[in-house]
């Protein structure tokens, strides 16, 4: 089974500077990786996900991750982040044949001024 | 474009009453459908999903239930709801390997 991790679960950072989000996962099989964030009492928005290709991805909002395979790793970066970012931000795994998408426990992001 | 629906937003109801959520998709035929709840400190937990109509599969045995009775509608069900049961409820549908969420509905058991 496919697990996820997300090393930290609270990230405070300050407008404009950069922020990383870790995410681990384990899986004995190819997988699919994503990455969503989650606005106060809304759904889950897909900020971006790597299925094949290139092992950088960028995605909505000037966000970016770095695919590594042999860490496992499917972090998540911004360099200057906005007052608007601060919200819960979710990394998921699903096995590349598979049906079910796996999350980890979330990394909530404060941006402060 | 497809676009997913739920309702209601919001629900306020007491311990031992039932609960009927609904979700519907709009803009695909015969989706993958998916109920995850997200409780206060425990992440997001996959509770059902469904391939077809009539085809549910269980994650997480507990006293709620889901059904499909037509190809785009997911329905999440109880018969007497517990207060362990309040969460935000998350209903999503597959596409091409990627899940997009409905806007949730907010259960509060009292």
């Known amino acids: 089974a496919q697990s996820v991790t997300q090393l930290d679960s609270q990230v405070p950072v300050f407008e404009e500077a950069p922020v990383e989000l870790r995410c681990n996962y384990s899986s004995s099989v190819s997988v699919y990786l994503f990455w969503y964030v989650q606005y106060p009492n809304q759904g889950l928005q897909l900020l971006l996900k790597y299925l094949s290709g290139s092992t950088l991805v960028k995605g909505i909002n000037g966000f970016e991750a770095e695919f590594n395979k042999s860490q496992t790793s499917f972090h998540l970066r911004k360099p200057s982040v906005h007052i608007s970012d601060t919200a819960e931000y979710f990394c998921?795994?699903?096995?590349?044949?598979?049906?079910?998408?796996?999350f980890g426990g979330g990394t909530r992001v404060l941006v402060k001024p | 474009s497809q676009t997913i629906h739920q309702w209601p937003a919001t629900l306020v109801q007491p311990v031992g009453s039932p609960l009927s959520l609904e979700c519907t998709v709009e803009g695909t035929s015969n989706p993958n459908l998916y109920w995850y709840r997200q409780a206060a400190g425990r992440g997001l937990q996959l509770l059902f999903y469904s391939v077809g109509i009539g085809q549910i599969s269980s994650e997480v045995p507990q006293n709620l239930s889901a059904s499909r009775p037509q190809d785009r509608q997911f329905i999440l069900s109880s018969k007497k709801l517990l207060l362990s049961d309040s969460g935000f409820y998350l209903c999503a549908w597959r596409g091409t390997g990627t899940l997009y969420f409905g806007p949730g509905t907010r259960l509060t058991v009292t």
């Open positions: 998921a795994v699903n096995k590349a044949a598979g049906n079910k998408l796996t």
